[in-house]
Structures are given as C-alpha cells and as structure tokens.
C-alpha cells in the first residue's frame, strides 16, 4: 500500500471540474491538490472530499514575505502544491495538467497511480560498459554483467493526442502530420531530457530540488518552468547516483495551447535554452541531498549563466525555496491515502 498526493493548476473551472470527474475513480484513495492561478477561489469543489482547494491568498498567508517565489498567471503556480503535497509525507507526489484524462483504450488492470509507483520502484537501468570497437567484443568486457541499476526517484510519464511541442516545432507538425511515439527508458547519467509538467511523479525527498521556475507576470521567461527544473533536478540525480526514467504511464492530452501566444511567450527564453544546461553542467556539486545540491546550483547559476538579473532572482528564490522544508515540518497525519500498488 503506497500513500500518493496530486497536485493540478487550474484557471478554467470548467476544465477543472472534467478533470475531477473523469479521473474520479482512479484517484478516490489519493489525495488531489488543486491550486487555482487566481487571487481568491472563483468556484467550489466541496463535494469531493479528498479534494483540497488553494489559491494566492492562501499562498500569500502561509509564504508570507516569501510569497514572491510562486509566480502567478503561469502553469508554474503549482510549486505552492509541491509544498503542501510534501507537507503530508506521501509516498509519491505527482503533478498533471487539467487538460490531461486517463487513455481511453487502457486495458491495464493496474491503475495509473500505481503505474507511476511501479515504474519509481523497477530502478533505472542502462549500459556501464561502452565497446571500443564495432562488430567484435575485445578483451575484457564481463559476458553478462554489463548495465547497471540505480534506485528510480522521479518518472516522467507521457501522453497521447496532444504533443508537448515547442511553438516551431507545432507550426512544422501541423503541416507534415506525423504521430508522435515514445518508449520506456532511463535517461542516462550525464544526458539531460525535455521535462514536462503535464505527467511526473517522484519521491518527496526530490521535491526541495523539484520547483517550476520564476515564469509569466513579471518576468521576462515563459514556458520553460519546467523544462528548466528538469534540468536541474537531472543534474542532482546525477550526482547522487539516482535514476530519472521516462515513458509510461501515459495520458490523454486533450487540448493544444494557443500557438501565437506560445510563439511570444517563448522566444525570449529559446537563446537562453540553448546553453543553460552548460551553466548547470559547470556547478560544482558536494551536496548529500537533494536541498544542499539545489543551494549549491542556486549558488553558482548566476556566476556562469549570462542571463542577468532574471538568474540573480531565479536563485534568490531557489535558495528560498529549500528554506521552506527547513521551516516546515511535515505533518504527521497527512491527507493522502492508500492506493493499491499493484
């Protein structure tokens, strides 16, 4: 029996409501964290109890001064939930977007939630040796024992109809047409991966490290929250020997996003995507967990990234960040609940 919390921005009641009720059986024994991108709640969902509500009033009356770093009018408002969701030591957190619904023909007789959890608890699993040459095996290569194993703390899980494309690359493929695929993998040690927040599920111990940038209002980035997270959370993993798996379990991704507006919003980060992930390769790391290893790129981003003041600020609010699971202390008696693991 796992304990598992989800957590879903939302700004469309309407869109919040059908996710709810869609998925209402499958996450009957779970605990679902809505967090509205608006000042009050605009709507209410009392009549699911395992539901909790949130909105910036409540993010500025338990952050207080450090309210700032949840940014607002941006997917990336969900971070506030990543808090509370650790707050009721879980087993598994995981994040979905409101436009994203079970697989319509999914014959598995095990959930979706499980899923997640099975795929955390199978491990990663990759090549350790590399030949030196081709066709022919030289001396000294084990006969069996070639890949390596390492314990699975975050799990990318994908999705169907609607594809997380770039806007580029959705004006290239709604001309051509072709079907986007996937397969289960480990993302090798050393590589990095696009990270979208629409499917993930990890360990809580990541989720000091685990916050969706400072985007939207206010600043001068969009739409790269969680591709940016990603790379830092992958960076960490990395150092501390764990594993980041990508694949199932997948969902229905049901809406595209407006693709002139995603063209605005992420132009002024494509230049800084190119080499921001070079910047975090360059941080050195001695941290023991995933809280000191963030600091510690927090620290060092804005020394190797040219991305001026937005970086001073970004690691301002990473630091702030882990100051808050020094603060908090996990509650005992948490709302997630029992799902069955298998």
């Given at each position: 029996?796992?304990?598992?919390?989800?957590?879903?921005?939302t700004?469309?009641?309407?869109?919040i409501r059908?996710?709810l009720?869609t998925?209402?059986?499958?996450?009957?024994?779970a605990?679902?964290?809505?967090?509205?991108d608006?000042p009050?709640?605009?709507f209410d969902?009392?009549?699911?109890?395992?539901?909790?509500?949130y909105s910036?009033?409540?993010?500025?009356s338990e952050?207080?001064?450090?309210?700032?770093i949840?940014?607002?009018?941006?997917?990336?408002v969900?971070?506030?939930?990543?808090?509370?969701?650790?707050?009721?030591k879980p087993?598994?957190?995981v994040?979905?977007?409101?436009?994203?619904?079970?697989?319509?023909?999914?014959n598995?007789?095990?959930g979706?939630?499980?899923?997640h959890?099975?795929r955390?608890?199978?491990?990663?699993d990759?090549?350790?040796w590399?030949q030196s040459?081709?066709?022919?095996?030289?001396r000294?290569?084990?006969?069996f024992?070639t890949?390596r194993?390492r314990?699975?703390?975050?799990n990318?899980g994908?999705?169907?109809r609607v594809p997380?494309y770039d806007a580029p690359?959705?004006?290239v493929?709604?001309?051509?047409?072709?079907v986007?695929s996937?397969?289960n993998?480990?993302?090798?040690?050393?590589?990095?991966?696009?990270?979208?927040?629409?499917?993930v599920?990890?360990r809580?111990e990541?989720?000091p490290?685990?916050?969706?940038?400072?985007?939207?209002r206010?600043?001068e980035?969009?739409r790269?929250?969680d591709?940016w997270?990603g790379?830092?959370?992958?960076?960490i993993?990395?150092?501390?020997?764990?594993?980041?798996?990508s694949?199932e379990?997948?969902?229905d991704h049901?809406?595209?996003?407006?693709?002139?507006a995603?063209?605005?919003k992420?132009?002024?980060?494509?230049?800084?995507n190119e080499?921001l992930?070079?910047?975090v390769?360059?941080?050195?790391?001695?941290?023991t967990?995933?809280?000191e290893?963030?600091?510690?790129?927090a620290?060092?981003?804005?020394?190797?990234?040219a991305?001026?003041?937005?970086?001073?600020?970004l690691g301002?609010?990473m630091?702030?960040?882990t100051?808050?699971?020094?603060q908090?202390?996990?509650?005992t008696?948490g709302s997630?609940?029992?799902?069955?693991?298998?």
């Open positions: 029996m796992i304990k598992a919390t989800i957590v879903v921005p700004i469309r009641e309407s869109c059908d996710f009720r998925w209402e059986r499958e996450f009957s024994s605990h679902v964290i809505v967090v509205e608006n009050e709640k605009t969902l009392g009549r699911y109890p395992n539901v909790s509500h910036w009033a409540d993010i500025d952050l207080g001064s450090s309210s700032w949840i940014p607002r009018r941006t997917d990336c969900r971070s506030y939930g990543y808090l509370k969701a650790w707050q009721e087993d598994m957190i994040t979905l977007d409101d436009d994203c619904y079970p697989m319509e023909q999914d598995s007789r095990t979706f939630l499980a899923r959890w099975a955390l608890e199978e491990g990663g990759e090549d350790a590399q040459g081709r066709g022919v095996v030289t000294g290569v084990p006969y024992h890949r194993r314990r699975c703390v975050l990318h994908l999705w169907t997380d690359t959705q004006l493929e709604a001309r051509l047409g072709r986007f996937f397969s993998q480990t993302i090798p040690a050393g590589r990095y991966f696009p990270m979208c927040g629409m499917n599920a990890w809580p990541v989720t490290a685990f916050y969706f940038l400072l985007m939207g206010n600043y980035f969009d790269f929250g591709i997270a790379v830092f959370v992958k960076r993993c990395d150092h501390l020997g764990v594993a980041v798996l694949g379990p997948a969902v049901q809406r595209a996003s407006n693709v002139w995603n063209l605005k992420e132009a002024p980060g494509l230049e800084v080499t992930w070079t910047a390769d360059a941080v050195t790391l001695t941290g967990t995933f809280g290893c963030y600091r510690e790129i620290a060092g981003l804005p020394l190797q990234c991305a001026g003041e937005y970086m001073k600020k301002q609010a630091v702030a960040w100051d808050l699971f020094e908090t202390i996990p509650e008696s997630a609940t029992p799902i069955l693991a298998g």
